[in-house]
């Protein structure tokens, strides 16, 4: 196949998977009819496509009475809005529903005290359902349909909302976790949106300078100090300044980890003690440094000991922090796939690299490895 053809062929699939975006983003979007269960208690409601198929219809009284109807496609699971102060989960309250495995169509406030399903409780929360209307849920035509009013003592205007579902059928009003969810800043009274409140980028950023800081220049700092030491002194002044970048960049990591669990409370305790614990390894490290004997003295031996192995539990539990953190943050396939390859290779360098450094110290070439 030549050039142009494959441009065309790469052209023609962007262009395709462009369309289906296009078109999963205005999938049941307000021109869709509300059905006949809804129509009388919930016509002339403003209308906005707000996340992915997530449609919200709205309008409020003048008396304060906010009339919603979300909708989004289903098949299975549970679907809930929540309204948040700060745009986070915990303290919010949200209105869930769902169709039942036998049938019948269930919706209920729940208060989301916590993270965890025991904290998520169901016929409780801080809405106010108008007197005399009845939350209602409506599946039809593969979507499904929650549709309630709620009192509040002034206008509603800037609201942060939240929107989640999940796969698994409730089973005793439990909720499982759900599979994907979304906070934004939502303006009732002019249907504007914008992100939300949860520290998105705050997320990112402290994932990627751990990934780039303790899990891709500390084992490169680390694999030039082992298998590079015939370019001396090269090898030495380029392990200290790409481990001391490392430190700098891990640190931040820590930084941001720390103002992440300010703003999200977010209960993980074993990342936040590993990070923790990788960060004292690291600054034991950089001590070491400023403490190294000369190569003379009786106590070098012990020092070349505790710098080689508190370097490697420090990679260790970096590698293994990293990997919990984006299993814990739900961050994705792109994630997971791309430390996955990066991961990959620096063992397969390593294991490469050690197989060489073995093989001529066998045949006297080199001094044995040390360790």
Same mark, same amino acid.
């Given at each position: 196949?030549?050039?142009?053809?494959?441009?065309?062929?790469?052209?023609?699939?962007?262009?395709?998977?462009?369309?289906?975006?296009?078109?999963?983003?205005?999938?049941?979007?307000?021109?869709?009819?509300?059905?006949?269960?809804?129509?009388?208690?919930?016509?002339?409601?403003?209308?906005?496509?707000?996340?992915?198929?997530?449609?919200?219809?709205?309008?409020?009284?003048?008396?304060?009475? !906010?009339? *919603?109807?979300?909708?989004?496609?289903?098949?299975?699971?549970?679907?809930?809005?929540?309204?948040?102060?700060?745009? !986070?989960?915990?303290?919010?309250?949200?209105?869930?529903?769902?169709?039942?495995?036998?049938?019948?169509?269930?919706?209920?406030?729940?208060?989301?005290?916590?993270?965890?399903?025991?904290?998520?409780?169901?016929?409780?929360?801080? !809405?106010?359902?108008?007197?005399?209307?009845?939350?209602?849920?409506?599946?039809?035509?593969?979507?499904?349909?929650?549709?309630?009013?709620?009192?509040?003592?002034?206008?509603?205007?800037?609201?942060?909302?939240?929107?989640?579902?999940?796969?698994?059928?409730?089973?005793?009003?439990?909720?499982?976790?759900?599979?994907?969810?979304?906070?934004?800043?939502?303006?009732?009274?002019?249907?504007?949106?914008?992100?939300?409140?949860?520290?998105?980028?705050?997320?990112?950023?402290?994932?990627?300078?751990?990934?780039?800081?303790?899990?891709?220049?500390?084992?490169?700092?680390? *694999?030039?100090?082992?298998?590079?030491?015939?370019?001396?002194?090269?090898?030495?002044?380029?392990?200290?300044?790409?481990?001391?970048?490392?430190?700098?960049?891990?640190?931040?990591?820590?930084?941001?980890?720390?103002?992440?669990?300010?703003?999200?409370?977010?209960?993980?305790?074993?990342?936040?003690?590993?990070?923790?614990?990788?960060?004292?390894?690291?600054?034991?490290?950089?001590?070491?440094?400023?403490?190294?004997?000369?190569?003379?003295?009786?106590?070098?031996?012990?020092?070349?000991?505790?710098?080689?192995?508190?370097?490697?539990?420090?990679?260790?539990?970096?590698?293994?922090?990293?990997?919990?953190? *984006?299993?814990?943050?739900?961050?994705?396939?792109?994630?997971?796939?791309?430390?996955?390859?990066?991961?990959?290779?620096?063992?397969?360098?390593?294991?490469?690299?050690?197989?060489?450094?073995?093989?001529?110290?066998?045949?006297?070439?080199?001094?044995?490895?040390?360790?």
């Amino acid at each position: 196949m030549g050039c142009d053809s494959s441009l065309l062929l790469l052209f023609l699939c962007v262009a395709a998977a462009a369309i289906v975006a296009v078109n999963a983003q205005t999938y049941d979007g307000c021109d869709n009819e509300l059905p006949s269960e809804l129509a009388g208690n919930y016509s002339g409601l403003d209308c906005r496509t707000v996340w992915n198929t997530f449609v919200l219809r709205y309008s409020q009284s003048k008396d304060h009475e !906010l009339s *919603i109807v979300v909708s989004t496609v289903y098949t299975t699971g549970w679907v809930g809005m929540g309204f948040s102060k700060d745009g !986070l989960m915990v303290g919010s309250s949200a209105m869930v529903g769902w169709m039942g495995k036998t049938g019948l169509h269930h919706i209920k406030q729940f208060l989301l005290k916590g993270q965890t399903s025991s904290q998520v409780v169901a016929n409780e929360g801080n !809405l106010l359902i108008a007197t005399g209307s009845e939350p209602k849920v409506v599946v039809d035509q593969a979507k499904i349909y929650l549709a309630f009013k709620a009192k509040f003592s002034e206008k509603v205007t800037r609201q942060q909302i939240l929107f989640a579902f999940g796969s698994s059928i409730p089973v005793d009003n439990k909720l499982t976790k759900h599979t994907d969810k979304m906070s934004m800043a939502f303006d009732f009274s002019t249907g504007s949106t914008e992100a939300g409140a949860y520290p998105h980028n705050l997320k990112r950023s402290h994932g990627a300078l751990a990934i780039f800081g303790w899990g891709v220049l500390a084992p490169i700092g680390a *694999i030039i100090a082992r298998y590079c030491k015939r370019w001396d002194p090269m090898w030495f002044y380029l392990h200290v300044g790409i481990q001391f970048v490392a430190f700098i960049i891990g640190l931040a990591a820590v930084v941001a980890g720390v103002a992440l669990y300010n703003k999200l409370h977010a209960n993980l305790a074993a990342h936040r003690g590993l990070g923790i614990f990788i960060l004292v390894l690291g600054i034991l490290q950089i001590l070491s440094f400023f403490l190294r004997p000369d190569k003379e003295a009786k106590l070098r031996k012990y020092w070349n000991w505790f710098h080689h192995w508190v370097g490697r539990l420090t990679l260790f539990f970096a590698a293994v922090n990293i990997v919990y953190g *984006i299993h814990v943050a739900e961050a994705g396939t792109s994630w997971k796939a791309g430390y996955g390859f990066v991961l990959s290779v620096i063992l397969l360098t390593t294991i490469v690299l050690e197989t060489l450094l073995w093989t001529r110290w066998s045949g006297k070439t080199v001094d044995p490895p040390t360790y």
